[in-house]
């Protein structure tokens, strides 16, 4: 099993990119999320998992630890395969998808492709346990952070340069708006808790 591959993405396409590691280029499927995160030339860790099929060996990676776990989550659903649970992952950000399996929210979750009542039903049933022992945060009491200072502002875009996501970006300065950091003190702690 490959945990992760670090290198430079040498192409971007529809459903996948291809990131190049020690002259290799490993083909990954991936999420919108994950994909228009990245850019072409420049280095990511990529978390990975393979998936493994009589006629096929694919690998899927994020940009994030959280996006994997909700993703071997989905996966884990009977009728979710790799490509469904691709497809909600690149209609909802990881922090909504546990908001509607911990409030029931069916509706939500068939905003993605491919997911009818039924199956937003199953992955509400099969994981709505596995969700809340997750991190996560009430969008309904998510914050805009953006408003709290200018420091913030450049550390939440720093941050999305480096291919975290925007609701557990607003998790962590939301953590730490209270404290009286310098911008680099505030970019240094809020990578320590988003690792």
């Not at 999420?31 to 690998?59: A, F, G, P």
């Not at 945060?137 to 291919?163: H, M, Q, R, Y």
């Amino acid at each position: 099993m490959i945990s992760y591959i670090i290198g430079q993405i040498r192409a971007i396409n529809e459903d996948n990119f291809v990131i190049e590691n020690n002259s290799m280029g490993y083909i990954i499927f991936s999420s919108l999320t994950t994909l228009t995160n990245i850019e072409i030339n420049n280095e990511y860790k990529i978390y990975t998992s393979m998936q493994v099929r009589e006629d096929d060996i694919s690998l899927f990676g994020f940009i994030s630890k959280d996006e994997l776990e909700m993703f071997l989550h989905l996966t884990s659903v009977s009728t979710i395969g790799p490509k469904t649970a691709l497809g909600i992952l690149s209609s909802l950000s990881v922090n909504e998808i546990k908001n509607a399996i911990l409030n029931n929210d069916i509706n939500k979750l068939t905003v993605a492709k491919g997911i009818g009542k039924k199956s937003a039903s199953r992955i509400i049933l099969e994981l709505v346990d596995k969700v809340k022992k997750m991190n996560f945060v009430p969008i309904e009491k998510t914050e805009d952070v953006s408003v709290v200072n200018e420091d913030f502002d450049v550390a939440k875009e720093a941050l999305l340069n480096l291919g975290y996501q925007k609701n557990d970006i607003d998790r962590v300065l939301l953590e730490l708006k209270d404290n009286e950091l310098s911008l680099e003190e505030l970019v240094k702690e809020s990578l320590k808790r988003l690792i």
